[in-house]
């Protein structure tokens, strides 16, 4: 196999490279731009993602059908107009089994609908449709190099392009470009496929224009960070400024200085709470570093009531900018105040100082880590390895200072058993409403001289709560579930989104209506269900190693695919066996499962990558191989490569299992799925075509 194909093949190499990049970057800004405008898909970006997979899959199974190439930009716009249209109501949710900032502080006047359901629904319809006329082109240029014996060639180069996409939106999130910029390298790319008639094209270029307007006209944010769509808005009559992420109230940098004359009651309770910790302390800190320091209330605080020197640290460096600009009381310009842009995990696993005062500040984010992942940005943070981690941190003597909005006692409780198992008791808690938060958990020995002087929460009462909490551990780090189970909110769109994807695969393959299940090709399904399960799963994982920051996320994924490519290629030049494969893939199966994530946190950087290499890659590479062997005996390479996708679907929607069983038994449902695949794959030939129909002409694809 050659990445130079012979001269019959070089347009559809050029169609797979341009198709896949499209799709790839296509996805990513859907990812992005969906949740600036539908605000509760902020937490669901996996679902935009399984959709797409969707879509994908069925129009590659819909090879030789009717191409729905020519409807492509109706579609896209009609997805973006209901995007648009959905933002402008305001969904919210009574379940609370999972805790959501759903603020809608941009449309006050918005009408009100009790379920956050409908809107994850529509999307992920309408996003599946998009991505079907692309899952066309995808598959038939498969099914062409199937047909030269080019099979691997082909799924070569569909790898190339989606590697390229993954990329290309890198440098997009990097530069803080405008969704307009986004889009409209995507229609620039999907022009290839529309050029031919003088009124195909005039069509297309309308299409796109009225994307483009649509998303122009949408725009609510001033500035993009790599995590959110970001709006500042000054305060009538007050020196404040509000944060608005994806249209959410998500910071308020307070006049911590005082001299305001408009809201005084509320800036008034906010000046209340900020000091509570630097007043209780037994000495004045010497060192400060403040974990999630936004637009700098926290560091305002330590500078005005300490004379310490202060770190900063921040994930998002957009946010780290407004508060630069806008802060009415410009922390970040003392020469005290040391500011790092980096995720509070990986700083405090990096850093070898050591800190009198240690201050979280209102971590809650409101997006998930990844597309690749249903756990949120924030979710390490509040983890017992966390705890630990800022633990080791302290200077003899020193202290933990937890701020938190908390909304329900199950919060309350995880908070408090995190840090009464990592400090071996319970916490100090203050209580009141301070508009930004409402309790303040102290810990460590800074504080042993009120235990006997505050009278804090009872310690059998602690106990005997702490003793019910699930605690939040990185296997499991889900402090904002009631506890370790599966909310009946996601059972229920998980059977949803199940009998969605379904009845898409009946609808859109003729040959399963035939056929039944003889048209089902369960080998490649389970390929396609095991590997979404353990991508996911490494993606997560390599966050708490590497930092979960936006680039940790872009290069595992782009580590993966090319992963991908290299042991495709690789398997036209020195063929492994299936059994040797199959081999290597359990026991690295295996050793994920078993070798937790800690070990890879070598003090050794170069240590730390090759550990997380030999971790993330070994069964990546040997399950590539496997996926290679197999996919190159099908006849019917679009079909094979549709079922494949179909399979990512349900691995997807599994992934919330995780919320049950934990992140590290992934691995084992994954080496479940591949080890029935195995056994499919020796009791039964490779299936063939699924229908006889003739490929159709490449003008209508």
Sequence with gaps: ???????????????????SFTVLFLELALIRWLPGQVRVLAYFPNLVLISAFLGLGLGAIRVGSRSLLPWWPVLLLLLMGVGWALGNVAFTSRSTSEHLWLLYYDIPDAPIINDIRPPILVVFCLCALVFLPLGQIVGARLREFSEKGETLAGYAFDLVGSLLGV???????????FPLAWFAVVLVTAAWFFVGSIRRIAGYGLGAAAILVLVGASERADVYSPYYALKAVRVPGSSGVEILANGSLHQYAAPLGGGDVVDVEYHRKIREGYPIPYENLARPPRRVLVLGAGTGNDVATAL??????????????VILDLGRRLHPDRPYASDRVRVITDDARAFLRNTDLEYDLIVFGTLDSMTRLSAMSNVRLDNFVYTIESLRAARERLSPGGGIALYFMVANPEIHWKLAAILTEVFGEPPLIWRGDHQL????????????????EVQGPAREEVYANVVRADVPVDDWPYLYLEGRSLPSFYVGMLVILSLVSIAGVWLAAPEMRRQGLRGFDAEMFLFGFAFLL????LVTQMAVVYGATWITSAVVFGSILLMILIGTILMQKRPVSHPLAAAGLVLALLANWAVPTDVLLAESVWARLALS??????PIFFASILFAIRFATRTASNAAFGWNLLGAVFGGLLEFSSMLIGLR????????GYLVAFVIGGRRPAPGPPSSRPLPERETI
């Design 665 to 672: 038994a992934l691995s084992l449902v994954a080496l479940i």
């Design 167 to 177: 990329i290309g939106f890198s440098f997009a999130s990097w530069g803080r470009t």
């Design 304 to 317: 005005k009531h300490t004379g310490a020197a202060i770190d900063a640290v921040e994930i998002d460096p």
């Design 613 to 618: 290499i030999l971790f993330v890659g070994a």
């Design 534 to 537: 353990l991508e996911t799963k």
């Design 1 to 19: 196999m050659s990445l130079i194909p012979a001269a019959e093949l070089r347009r559809p190499a050029a169609d797979l490279v341009l198709a």
């Design 437 to 452: 938060f409402n309790e303040i958990f102290l810990a460590g020995p800074a504080w042993d001289h009120l235990r006997a």
